[in-house]
């Protein structure tokens, strides 16, 4: 319609550990570069020196630290930020952490991850990062890729909302894929998370 204003979306970036935030990085310059309506309400990190950090500092975004050393205080901050900031969604980028059933009733609203392979294959407890990539080496996979899922209590676990594939037939380490891996990822996130919230929108 003529004259209408897009909605702004509010969303907030879950990291976790020592993240570097390629992620935030290539979403937050994704939705600026296009001029996509999507705030980054505020940035979780769970340790002070996470290079994360430095990112949202230098870009003024808003760093909230919660310590994951209790699981229960922990929950209770992330909901605490939840309230505080109101997003729309939770994006989780280098997240390695559970979210329990009732902190995710709780927040009321949903959560999405990113997975550097193709779910199911490659998922679940002790499958991350550079992990995720020796595994696919080891197993001589030709293809791998990403997947952007919601989240649920399990690892890796929720409905998978949108894959991309790439091919990795000519790498030559575990390594290499990764890189690949990740660049698809940097492509391929801030565009599925517009989609997604626009989609909710019109459904109501
Ligand atoms: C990304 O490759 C992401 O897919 C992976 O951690 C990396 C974080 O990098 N997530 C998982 O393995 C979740 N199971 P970043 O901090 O540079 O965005």
Redesign the pocket.
């Known amino acids: 319609m003529a004259g209408t204003t897009p909605k702004t979306y509010r969303i907030a970036v879950l990291?976790s550990g020592l993240?570097?935030?390629?992620?935030?990085r290539a979403i937050h310059q994704y939705f600026r570069e296009h001029k996509i309506p999507v705030e980054i309400g505020f940035v979780l990190i769970t340790r002070k020196s996470a290079p994360?950090a430095e990112y949202c500092r230098q870009e003024g975004l808003p760093v909230e630290f919660v310590s994951s050393l209790d699981p229960q205080a922990f929950e209770a901050g992330i909901q605490k930020m939840v309230q505080s900031y109101q997003p729309d969604l939770l994006v989780l980028?280098?997240f390695?952490k559970k979210l329990s059933a009732d902190c995710l009733r709780a927040m009321a609203i949903p959560a999405l991850?990113?997975?550097?392979a193709l779910l199911p294959k490659y998922g679940g407890q002790g499958?991350?990062?550079q992990r995720?990539h020796e595994a696919v080496y080891a197993s001589q996979e030709k293809v791998s890729g990403v997947s952007i899922h919601l989240v649920d209590p399990e690892?890796?676990h929720g409905d998978v909302i949108a894959q991309a594939e790439i091919d990795i037939s000519d790498c030559q380490t575990a390594a290499e894929i990764g890189q690949r891996v990740?660049e698809l990822?940097h492509r391929f996130y801030a565009p599925t998370i517009y989609k997604y919230l626009t989609s909710r929108s019109c459904s109501g």
């Open positions: 990291t993240s570097r935030g390629s992620n935030l994360v980028a280098g390695m991850n990113i997975h550097p499958f991350y990062g995720v690892y890796d990740l990822e």
